[in-house]
Every structure is written in structure tokens, then in C-alpha cells.
């Protein structure tokens, strides 16, 4: 038998997925996420509060919530733990987010606001 792809028991455990955050705010990139680029957020949604797995986008900083991973939540670090410990990381994606943000408000301000 030949695994596939690791199991969450795995520390060489990856899974891929498409930057597309809250809002439609992502990017499109397409990106290899391992248990390292992980953290937790705690939510209040209609179901009531859950814990979930995102991580953050490199190339725009936009945060994706990332599915499949529920046995393996508790194991996790918080955002202010991940953030802590990549301080590079976030540092980029201020900037690229930051980037994007202005490109946002300068195409607000040449074709005024519109919906998508
Ligand atoms: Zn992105």
C-alpha cells in the first residue's frame, strides 16, 4: 500500500487550497499548507462558538479557514501564539495586504464603489 497524501498523524502532513477569504478578499493563489502554517480562531456563528484551523495567505495576509482538520484543532496554536512565532511572516503580509488595500482604495477612487 502507497499513502497518498499524509494523514493529519503526519508531521510532513500538507493540503493544498485556493486563497479565496471572507468577503471574496483573496488573492486566487494557490497555495501548499502544512501543520506549521496552522493556528486556531474561536467563532460565534448560528451553530454557536466552535474553534476552526485557518492560516494566513503569504501573498496577500488574507485569512482562510481551512476544512478537514477538526481532530487535529486542539493541537494547534492561537493566532496570537502562530503570529508570536512568525514574526517575519506577518510583517509580509502586512505589507502585500497593506498593497492590496491601496489598490482597492485607488480603483475606488477612479471607478467608484461597486458590488461583486
Ligand atoms: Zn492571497
Not at 19 to 38: F, I, M, P, T, Y
Request: glycine residues 10%; aromatic residues 6%.
Amino acid at each position: 500500500m502507497k499513502i497518498v497524501r499524509p494523514g493529519l498523524n503526519r508531521p510532513d502532513w500538507t493540503t493544498e487550497v485556493t486563497c479565496k477569504g471572507d468577503w471574496n478578499s483573496g488573492c486566487g493563489a494557490v497555495l501548499e499548507v502544512g501543520l506549521s502554517d496552522l493556528y486556531t480562531q474561536h467563532k460565534h456563528d448560528i451553530g454557536g462558538a466552535r474553534t476552526s484551523a485557518h492560516c494566513a495567505c503569504p501573498a496577500c495576509g488574507t485569512r482562510i479557514e481551512i476544512h478537514g482538520v477538526t481532530a487535529f484543532v486542539t493541537t494547534l496554536p492561537t493566532c496570537e501564539e502562530w503570529e508570536a512565532a512568525n514574526p517575519d511572516l506577518v510583517a509580509s503580509m502586512e505589507k502585500a495586504g497593506g498593497e492590496i488595500r491601496a489598490m482597492r482604495e485607488a480603483a475606488k477612487a477612479k471607478y467608484g464603489e461597486r458590488e461583486y
